[in-house]
């Protein structure tokens, strides 16, 4: 099969049991899955896997090792699902299979069955509900959030042209949402080329709405027409009510389909839009909004939006009186009370807050800078009120004046010359705090979740704004200039540090297995997409987890108690830290590669696709997790970004009766047992409390938290940037009153088991 015989690329996913203990490597089977007029049709191989006949069999195991396979099938495809045979035959041990017929007349076969009834066009909003990831990210709960984030950016947008003052959001009882505006409403009179009401079009036509009318909206975060569409597509229900002229105007949809025309069911006093939609629990993986998740959202473009008031309210929540939790989100100074808000846990270098609005080549601009005596830079960038997680263009422009005019003004005043330390740029962001946030009339994001900025006029503008306002101030406070001068050169001389410690134990082949931690028990498997490492608390839980692993898969990292809080100490003390290094050892990531931020982490040799945290279930545990996910943060964000960090979650409980046994992993889950086979008594039940993972032996910490068919994973995902800074800084940082807050707010949330 050749490079120009692919035409589609379907993932290929491999799973391991724990290894059959016979001479031959683990046996696979493989599920071939051909996809034709919309039906599955399976059939199933299975082959003994011999990797010392591998380089030697017709460079079959190089494509099952491959991330990516492909056919020539057209619509049609082919997709091999690799997982473990259920039991041990030894009878059945033919090698690789030769070639490829089986899978040839399968093309053969798909080839002359492929004409223009295999063609499909997808009408109105079919497309959103067969392929959702393609327009919200995903359909987890990121994507799940994100359905309420596109109805209140509409409700934004009126704000911005200045029509919209109050925006109420409701999680309802029954986990639907309701977002209510007090703007112009959308329209409802007849729309000539659609023949029909033009909230309608808005509701159920792709690419339909005012943002693509420079007169109806100067700035926008939705300039694709396809937010409020998307939401009304992914839910089963959704209704809007409109109120406009003084009446009240109402549709409802179903699936994206509207349920009857355009009608008028009430007067109006006010103006405005309501919506309420209920998401599709078939198409979500998460059905549950999270309160936090909406709440720092919420705040966050209260802060962009000074003037705005945002209400959040669960109607899901009550206290003992009957009083639903709520909260009210209103910003006087924009994004100097948010600068201040994300560095409220950390020690200022001085209380100023170098702040600029203004507009540049057409570019509304407004940024508020902090520094702070931590170690870490802190930049959140937005454009129309959108997160660029991603930065672009408007990032690259700042970063850009921060270095020339901090470098111009050092250099002009002779502030380096007693350094003797050569500065680079990312000396000059360490202990930063930034937000950005510009508004720009035709954005160009790369792709609908919009992550990145590419409009190249921008970073001019941005550069320009920056450093005229930055260089005033130096000379303006010369005083707060020359602590951020020395700031910037003790940063250098720690990168310097940090440098030397790295390059004294950094190997230079992860790959090779030199250098590796003695500690680590690798796994035998080489590609990183099917590995995992396991970094377990404690030697004697190391001990069972090497013993119960699957040893092709899986790598063992034992680590000894607690390791350094890498939120208070430089970056050379952190890699002279003999855990740490072990862990970044181990997972083949290596730093300063990137001549223009030392800081940042390299993962072309990352050793393994998933990371995975496991102690035990009590409080040191979750504080060990909690100083293990400040390290990836601040050190490797990108590994919790991509999807690459979990936590494992050990069972609490063994419950037992007679030959009813069951792993319990919270209170409720061994109240359930007892109430099914104790009738509510836990007379006749035994109830083994696991105080650590110490406590299992290698079968039962393989069965529980170890192996993919039954382990519970937790994935650690970042929902917003600014508030992880947020929670990481106040939780782990030199502050002790934000964190004092936060646990009295918190402990009655909090099950310790004494």
Known sequence: MSASDLSYIGEIRRSHEKPIKCPLKPKFRYQLVTKNHGFDHRCKLQVAYDESLSNRKSGISRHFRSLKFAFSLGLHYLCFVLGPTLKE???????????????????????????????????????????????????????????????????????????????????NEDNSITVQDNGRGIPVDWHEKEQRSALGGVMTVLHAGGK???????????????????????????????????????????????????????????????????????IFTAHEYSYDILANRMRELAFLNAGITITLTDLRDKDEEGNVRTETFHSEEGLKEFVRYVDSSREHLFNDIIYLNTEKQGVPIEVAIMYNTSYSENIHSYVNNINTIEGGTHLAGFRTALTRTLKKYAEDTKAL??????????????????????????????????????????AGAVQQAVGETLANYLEEHPKEAKMIVDKVVLAAQARIAAR???????????????GLPGKLADCSDKDPMNCELFIVEGDSAGGSAKQGRSRLTQAILPIRGKIFNVERVMW????????????????GVRFGLNPENSKEANYEKLRYYKTIIMTDADVDGSHIDTLLMTLFYRYMPELIENGHLFIATPPLY?????????????????????????????????????????????EQLWETTMNPETRLLKQVTIENAAAADYVFSMLMGEDVGPRREFIEKNATYANIDA
């Not at 295999?118 to 079919?126: A, D, K, R, S, T």
């Not at 962001?429 to 006029?457: H, W």
């Not at 030397?500 to 030199?514: D, F, I, L, T």
């Open 654 to 698: 063994l419950c037992s009766k007679g030959k009813n046994k069951r792993y319990c992993y919270d209170d409720a889950d061994k109240d359930r047992f007892i109430a099914e086979f104790g009738n509510g008594s836990e007379a006749g039940i035994t109830i083994q409390r696991y105080k650590g993972l110490g406590e299992m032996n290698p």
């Open 212 to 282: 693509f009318d420079k007169g109806s909206y100067k700035v926008s975060g939705g300039l694709h027409g396809v937010g409020v569409s998307c939401v009304n597509a992914l839910s089963t229900h959704m209704m809007t009510q409109v109120f406009r002229d003084g009446k009240i105007y109402q549709q409802e949809y179903s699936c994206g389909k509207p349920l009857y025309a355009v009608k008028t069911v009430g007067d109006a006093d006010r103006t405005g839009t309501r919506q309420q939609f209920w998401p599709d629990r078939t």
């Open 572 to 587: 050379h003390k952190a890699f002279e830290h003999e855990e740490v290094n072990n862990i970044i050892q181990a997972l």
């Open 89 to 171: 035959d030894h009878s059945k041990t033919e090698n690789i299979i030769e070639n490829m017929d089986i899978n040839e007349e399968i093309k053969a076969n798909a080839a002359s069955s492929y004409s223009a009834e295999n063609i499909q066009v997808l009408e109105g909003l079919e497309a959103v509900r067969k392929r959702p990831a393609m327009y919200i990210g995903d359909i987890s709960a990121k994507g799940l959030h994100h359905l309420v984030y596109e109805v209140v950016d509409n409700s934004i947008d009126e704000a911005l042209a200045g029509y919209c003052s109050h925006i109420e959001v409701y999680i």
């Open 500 to 514: 030397k410690a790295r390059e004294s134990v950094q190997r230079k082949n992860p790959m090779s297995g030199g």
């Open 417 to 458: 010359e007693k350094a003797k330390v050569e500065i680079a740029g990312e000396d000059f962001r360490e202990g930063l705090t930034a937000v950005i946030s510009i508004k720009v009339a035709e954005p160009q994001f790369e792709g609908q979740t919009k992550t990145k900025l590419g409009n190249s006029e921008v």
